[in-house]
């Protein structure tokens, strides 16, 4: 009865063991694959991105584009050319609203990011709804109505979480343009923690992160200012200035879950 009693305990250990390192090779195959369709969207957004403006731009005319004309072209393409694909089109959309809203036509981009919403809709992603959401609140906040905006950044940035890697890029989306507008409210602890934040989980930025990094160091920067912060701000200046002399990308954090 002794020796059967040990023999059933190191099956079971070793049962128990085998299915430790089971689980444990499933959750690394599931990191994988998250990895790698993550990678596939961003080529496919990259690619897309590309033929989308050449398109844009390969209108014959005599008469040279106005910014403000070609962003109205692309709107009333983006529909009709990317139709059977619900989140290219809504990252499209995304973009044609940005540069809409630097050109402060607040209006057109709102409307572009409600037809937004309902291309995320279409894919069942939360990170896509939620960037959307917060791309809305930062407008909400440049047409006066910030109270909105701040509700729809709380409820937007609850549904994320930092471990997944579309949700931790949405939410860099979020805390920039909390910073940003917590910036102008004349809040500047309030936009540090949100740039520093957004900067944790950047870490070393991919070359098409670069100019998020440099808009958010500069708002921790001028926060930091704002704060007392002097001498950290002083660095964080000083650093820019020599990313800008160097050309290198050397911008970020540690810490990367992107």
Known sequence: ????????????????????????????????????DAAQRELR??????????FILSERS?????????????????????????????????????????QRNYKGARLVLERVSMSARQTQSRALLAEVECRLAELDAASGAAQAGEGRFDAAMRTLSEDAR?????????????????????????????????LRLIGTPRPAQVQ????????????????????????TYEQQLRVAESGTSGLGVMGSVI
């Open 166 to 198: 579309d949700d931790a890029a949405a939410l860099v989306t979020c805390y920039r343009g909390r910073a940003s507008v917590n910036a102008r409210k004349l809040r500047p602890q309030a936009a540090l923690d949100d740039a520093q934040a957004a």
């Open 62 to 102: 005599s008469k040279p584009f106005t910014t403000a004309a070609l962003l109205a072209r692309a709107d009333a393409l983006v529909d009709t050319q990317y139709r059977q694909d619900a989140e290219l089109r809504a990252r499209l959309q995304i973009l044609v609203a940005n540069l809409m809203a630097e």
């Open 1 to 36: 009865m002794a020796s059967a009693l040990a023999l059933l305990l190191a099956i079971s250990a070793g049962l128990g063991g085998t299915l430790v390192q089971a689980s444990r090779a499933q959750a690394e195959a599931r990191a994988a694959q998250s990895e790698r």
């Open 212 to 235: 998020t990094v440099v808009a958010l160091q500069m708002t921790r920067a001028a926060a930091q200012v704002a704060t007392g912060q002097v001498g950290p701000a002083i660095e």
């Open 45 to 54: 957004y990259a690619e897309g991105s590309e033929a989308f403006m050449r």
